[in-house]
């Protein structure tokens, strides 16, 4: 039986952690409403956020005196103390509310698709109401974009794009100025697995979207380079990336030089200008140049995108765990875990 499935949100640096799913409330969301939708953004005890529809419009809170269903459109902010036994409700009236949440899971619809986060693990919500959401900001699936719960390096899954260029798959987020290394040091390193290689070139993590851009990708001939597209690149020899194998890649920015790494070992370095401050959105699994689209059948894990920072300045051994997010350079970390 086929087991992919439908990828979670990873959003800008969430850490889903698998979770019983225990009590869930009944109060579920109407499946029409002439309102706009509640999001919430969840901070997680490891430095992460979630960000997603919840699957219900009301909290079951056992205070001091009675137990209330309490709305969360009423609701600005949730804080649960570090006793984590009580949490605070700040109302968007001005009062504020304290007692024990009756729940043991929350249930979100993000842009991927559900995703369920074990209260434990929360230490602070965020109520976005209407024109103020936040859900749409950050990470869109494109097309087939999945979950592959049969191939992935950590955790239970990895993102999967199959490499159809009619309808292609892949990951978009907004421009940010976190995407701009042109300034400062810079790191985007994953994992990446080749299912078959690509016709002309696989694009990986891309902001040219027609403009001479930077774009990172792989070559039929098994080359891996970072360029502005259309214009120059950094390179690795022929078959360095081959079908079948999971790979670990860095491309790391240290002042004007640009290092590719694969599997901890330099495999390319210049200093070549490939380094744009891009009004583009940022894309991973596709790009576009000159009005062709590149893309390839492979799988993606544990993404991160760290600005401010050389995360390495010479050959290493690359991580045996997932990342956490722990540092203020980590701009974007994608697990790639999830399911529907």
Aim: charge should be negative; hydrophobic fraction near 40%.
């Amino acid at each position: 039986m086929n087991t992919v499935k439908r990828m979670s949100v990873l959003l800008a640096v969430l850490t889903l952690i698998p979770l019983a799913w225990g009590q869930i409330a009944t109060n579920e969301q109407p499946a029409t409403t002439n309102e706009p939708p509640i999001s919430l953004v969840i901070a997680l005890m490891d430095g992460s956020r979630l960000i997603g529809v919840p699957g219900i419009v009301s909290i079951p809170v056992q205070t001091a005196y009675a137990k209330l269903d309490i709305a969360l459109k009423h609701v600005r902010s949730i804080t649960v103390e570090k006793n984590r036994e009580l949490a605070v409700f700040e109302m968007t009236n001005g009062d504020r509310v304290k007692g024990a949440m009756i729940l043991k899971t929350l249930d979100l619809q993000t842009a991927f698709g559900k995703v369920s986060v074990g209260l434990e693990q929360i230490t602070k919500i965020d109520v976005s109401y209407g024109a103020q959401s936040e859900l749409t900001d950050y990470v869109q699936a494109i097309g087939n974009a999945q979950m592959d719960t049969t191939e992935k390096k950590f955790g239970t899954g990895s993102l999967l794009i199959d490499g159809n260029e009619v309808n292609p798959s892949y990951l978009r987020l907004a421009d940010k100025d976190d995407w701009n290394f042109t300034a400062t040091h810079g790191t985007i390193d994953f994992w990446v697995k080749v299912n078959t290689m690509p016709s002309v070139a696989a694009h990986l993590v891309s902001t040219c979207s027609n403009a001479q851009n930077t774009a990172s990708y792989i070559k039929p001939s098994g080359i891996i380079a970072i360029g502005k597209a259309g214009l120059n690149e950094i390179a690795s020899a022929r078959g360095v990336i081959r079908t079948g194998i999971w790979y670990h890649v860095a491309f790391v920015k240290n002042g004007n030089t640009t290092t590719i790494y694969v599997d901890g070992i330099n495999k390319a370095s210049a200093d070549t200008a490939v380094w744009t401050d891009s009004d583009q959105n940022l894309t991973i699994g596709a790009g576009w140049y000159g009005g062709e689209l590149y893309t390839g059948n492979i799988w993606i894990d544990e993404l991160r995108i760290s600005k401010g920072i050389a995360r390495w300045i010479n050959d290493f051994t690359p991580s045996t765990e997932p990342y956490a997010y722990n540092d203020a350079n980590t701009k974007l970390l994608l697990h790639c875990d999830g399911a529907r």
